[in-house]
């Protein structure tokens, strides 16, 4: 499956985002999604995920309340809603699918820019 995120951009403290994640060319409600951000000069690090069918949506704790993670296999599309967007949230943010619930996320797709000013 190709993934194409979008829905990055440069926003105020306190503002809002939501990124897209399109799949293409396999059966999107056939993959767990996950969310994923890289910081300039950090690793990259989880975000949230989600499995085939949009139950069990998990997040990381520094977006817990913030952050809601949702898919539309109807779209082959999951978003990411951004709320109360802070300066440590800049960073590039990645989409990714895998087959197995337990195993690796297998691709991936290009990232989006998120950058938070104060």
């Known amino acids: 499956v190709q993934l194409q995120a979008s829905g990055g951009g440069s926003v105020q403290a306190g503002d809002s985002l939501r990124l897209a994640c399109a799949g293409s060319?396999?059966?999107?409600?056939?993959?767990?999604m996950g969310w994923f951000r890289q910081a300039p000069g950090k690793e990259r690090e989880f975000v949230s995920s989600?499995?085939?069918?949009?139950?069990?949506?998990q997040y990381a704790d520094f977006v817990k309340g913030r952050f809601t993670m949702s898919r539309d296999n109807a779209k082959s599309t999951v978003y990411l809603q951004m709320n109360s967007l802070k300066p440590e949230d800049t960073a590039v943010y990645y989409c990714?699918?895998?087959?197995?619930?337990?195993?690796?996320?297998?691709?991936w797709g290009n990232g989006t820019l998120v950058t938070v000013s104060s």
């Open positions: 990714a699918a895998k087959s197995i619930l337990t195993g690796p996320y297998n691709y």
């Open positions: 989600t499995s085939r069918g949009g139950s069990g949506t």
């Open positions: 060319g396999g059966t999107f409600r056939n993959y767990h």
